[in-house]
């Protein structure tokens, strides 16, 4: 019962901590508990219970109904391919054979790639912001990477096909294959438009996402916790490391999370640099697919039922692998956040 | 040493007074050796947040191996005093100071005083009791030396003798790797007592360490500082009058930014020799 123990002491005009917040949270969650053992009294709160409640259900209500959805359009490529259609890389309308194993491989690949690359840079630029950036620059500066947030998907894919896409196939590919070309992550032609772009395009749309929720996670954490380390004689960097990022992990993990769901959902940028050609290949410098992608590219023009339904399921896919890896995300947040409070900001 | 008889000189600062009310060794000798164990003194110490003047060049002398308490109405500088004193007053964002503060004499805001090092002779213990979550109770103890990436030599017996102090060794000795915060509230500040004496600091500043706790735990950490200011230089900082004549050898009044008056703490609650100081300790405002 550490959590209890932590809000002993409730602060008097200090900044809303996470832990008061939780512990707030806490109490209405008994307090709604006890309203359902039915000891609401007053016709009104009863009624702003129900009303609420539904409003709560109807989230539950839409996302079962979608699965449900999805499901049954699905359902031929299902019954035709079985387990097989995660398997099989064939993607072939004209002889009615369908696999998803390319697109799974597009999107898992290129979305962890890019939060490998955006993580860390996100956390920097998370930490400054909340620890280090004298106040005249803390605004402005957060402000512009909230806006980077906002500028639409369509405007990173064109930059991705004009500015991003030549530079890498005249620069850093070469180079690239020119210095670690034994790797066989670096061979190949040097197209520019490839999984590499799509990697980058990816990271950069969910730094932002990252950095500013991070941000967020570390201003939460009690100023009593860095004033606490700095008076034992830590410098401003073993007091972020040692004391403020351990507590805030839970909700940098979380912050991590948006940015993982952001880059698996992503079609408009990737579709446009990703290369769009459903192969498997080691090399970062060969073009890739996704699952977003190949559905946004390919529904209109389905024909066949068989075709119709083998892309649904790949939106099935999607859809699942976001499930999964965000559920594997919330179990890391459970065991290393032993204060399980940012995660519920994120 | 020139510092030192300077602060002597200040006014209101009755050596001769203090020394035969209260305290019967060495200092009741002669007031040239009570200038000698002057730990710490400030020298028209002003501190400002933004525009306004928190602080009015307040000059204090404290004694070494003496407890001494800051008393005076919510808002008077008390607090933003003694984080003078251990440089974290310039860590809060427009917060600026002048003035001199020493330490065995020697001016603490010079560039030749790294204000790291300084934190580890100068301990701090705060308002509200603030162990390190995600530690247990046992690297709480050492989390001075763990931030700073290093490793005491017997590890375990700092612990003991460091949780032995802070008269909290025998409720946590078999929970040791419990997390801090499964504390109570009084543990708790005992433990964050305990993590300041780790680094066996020559200072321990105290920003009113019993306001969060209720008073049973408020009467274990004060007969906690009562025996601490024999080995340790105290200053702390209560709003509380009663505290302060129970725990403290020597007594300041700050009314409004302004060192009203400092005596022994016998004196300044018995004989108050400024109105203003009466007032409060009579309870007519504070």
Known sequence: MTLKQDTNSPSVGAPESWVSRLWRSLQSLRSSLSLRKGSVVNPADRAFLWVTGILAGMVILVLGAITLQMIRTSMLSIRQFGWHFLVSKDWDPVLDAYGALPYIYGTVVSSLLALALAVPIALGIAIYLAELAPNWVRRPL?????????????????????????????????????????????????????????????????????????RDVLEAVPSTLREGALALGATRWEMVRKAVLPSASSGILGAVILGLGRALGETMAVTMVIGNRAEISLSLFDPSYSLASVIANEYAEASGDLYLAALTELGLILFGVTVVLNIVARLLIWRVGKVPAGAGRA | MNALSSTLAMPRLDLHDSASLLVSDQEAQSPARASQSAKMATENLSAWFGKNKILKEISLPIREKRVTALIGPSGCGKSTYIRCLNRLHEVIPGARMEGRVLLDGQDVYTRAMDPVALRRRVGMVFQRPNPFPTLSIRDNVLAGWKLAGMRPERPDDLVERSLRQAALWDEVKDVLNRSGTSLSGGQQQRLCI????????????????????????????????????????????????????????????????????????????????????EDYITGRFG
């Open chain 1, 142 to 214: 957060g402000f512009l990477v909230e806006l980077l947030a906002a500028i639409p998907s369509v405007i990173y894919g064109l930059w991705g096909i004009f500015v991003l896409a030549p530079w890498l196939r005249e620069t850093v590919q070469p180079f690239l294959a020119k210095t670690l070309g034994f790797l066989p992550f670096f061979q190949g032609t040097p197209r520019g438009l490839g999984l590499m772009a799509g990697v980058l395009i990816l990271a950069i749309m969910i730094l932002p996402t990252i950095a500013s929720v991070s």
């Open chain 2, 194 to 277: 305990a993590r300041a004496l780790a680094l066996e600091p020559e200072v321990l500043l105290m920003d009113e360490p019993c306001s969060a706790l209720d008073p049973i735990a408020t009467a274990k950490v004060e007969e906690l500082i009562h025996q601490l200011g024999e080995k340790y230089t105290i200053v702390i900082v209560t709003h509380s009058m009663q505290q302060a004549a129970r725990v403290s050898h020597y007594t300041a009044f700050l009314y409004l930014g302004d060192l009203v008056e400092c005596n022994t703490t016998d004196a300044l609650f018995t004989r108050p020799a400024d109105r203003r100081t």
